[in-house]
């Protein structure tokens, strides 16, 4: 009796046969991945492609971000080698550093050889606007790049020049890529390939390329801080100018220092406040008894504590003039190096609101200080 020989189902080989070798294809992936960079012979660092003829197309940057993401998922030891290679790979390609794909990485030894950076002498007749047009970029890069409030040039000025949209950035104390990169509008990726970081690091004092980078207001050479606003409220006399008043609350009161008693001034007013701070700062120079009803006297009304025209953190501050007739005083906080002091007070920028300001040093003298 003769066997039947059985038949092969190449139906079920032809589905099984791609997720076959997809799963090949993946395992040697994950292999490339794996292995350690300082052991192989297969080494996926930048320095292998750019020393090589090696040429970059999409799929393999597609395969890259494959492998990278395995590693990544499986935790291998090469996990974040790989993901930067991808990174710096795929910057460099869309930032059009390759000749027909294949990566060439400047060499940024030096500031003079730096292919993003010109040392630039500016020669007889020459004008910013034209150095600027030579490079495509705009006269506020170089400024930027070179800390010069105006566009005015002269023959022998050396200059830093961006050679592409951007600024030249020298490093400060503090920096890392990562603050630069937000503060004055790039990415890490970009700022580490256009400055070769991944071989120098980011030391203080060099000067770094920053493409499309721009300074923020206050950096800028030309930056001029606004004028201080001076409040005068002519109602509380010549001598009332304030700078940079800020209000600290609005319809302030303790129940526990009303009028009138224990405190003689009546609630919502300057005399109140006053005498409530020296109560309960750690900043008074000391509580005072119930004597001052107007702010007008309060200079003889507390005389018993001493006063004079010198200001002492602590003290009140008090002129007889204006306030309907009936004085002011508030309380000094802070003395500033240029003279000028920093006072707290009620009933200046409103009924019942404290507002803190600044008092020039010019019209410090104007007042008693109790003391």
């Not at 690091?201 to 390329?209: A, D, N, P, Q, Y």
């Not at 493409?211 to 206050?218: H, N, T, V, Y």
Request: aromatic content about 12%; hydrophobic content about 35%; overall charge neutral.
């Amino acid at each position: 009796m003769t066997k039947k020989k059985r038949k092969i189902n190449t139906k079920w080989l032809k589905r099984v046969l791609p997720y076959f070798a997809t799963g090949l294809v993946t395992l040697a992936l994950v292999f490339v991945g794996s292995i350690d960079k300082s052991n192989s012979e297969i080494n996926l660092s930048l320095d292998t492609f750019a020393a090589s003829n090696y040429k970059i197309s999409v799929d393999q940057l597609s395969e890259l971000y494959v492998v990278a993401d395995l590693s990544d998922a499986l935790s291998l030891a090469s996990a974040s080698d790989v993901a930067n290679n991808y990174v710096v790979t795929t910057t460099m390609y869309e930032a059009g550093q390759t000749n027909f794909g294949r990566l060439e990485k400047p060499n940024l030894t030096d500031v003079e050889d730096r292919e993003w950076i010109v040392v630039y002498t500016v020669s007889e007749g020459e004008t910013m606007e034209s150095i600027a047009a030579k490079y495509g970029i705009s006269t506020d890069q170089i400024r930027w790049s070179n800390g010069l409030k105006n566009t005015n040039l002269s023959a022998g000025m050396v200059l830093y020049i961006p050679k592409k949209s951007g600024i030249v950035y020298t490093v400060k104390s503090g920096d890392t890529v990562e603050s630069i990169a937000s503060k004055y509008g790039s990415n890490v990726a970009e700022i580490t390939i256009f400055n070769d970081l991944d071989v120098t690091g980011l030391t203080e004092g060099s000067k770094i390329f920053i493409k499309d980078g721009a300074l923020p207001e206050k950096e800028r050479p030309e930056y001029v801080p606004p004028v201080r606003t001076l409040y005068t409220y002519t109602y509380l006399g010549s001598t009332s100018g304030r700078q940079d008043l800020r209000i600290i609350a609005y319809n302030f009161y303790d129940p526990n220092y009303a009028y009138p008693n224990p405190n003689p001034g009546v609630r919502g007013n300057c005399t109140w406040y006053a005498w409530y701070w020296r109560a309960t700062s750690p900043l008074s120079l000391g509580a005072l008894n119930h004597n001052g009803r107007h702010a007008r006297t309060w200079n003889k009304d507390y005389a018993y504590r001493g006063v004079g025209n010198t200001p002492v953190v602590g003290a009140v501050f008090q002129t007889p003039f204006g306030g309907g007739g009936y004085g002011h005083v508030g309380v000094v906080v802070g003395i500033n190096a240029d003279g000028s002091i920093v006072v707290r007070e009620m009933n200046y920028a409103g009924y019942a609101i404290v507002s803190e300001a600044i008092i020039p040093a010019s019209r410090v003298g104007n007042f008693n200080y109790i003391y």
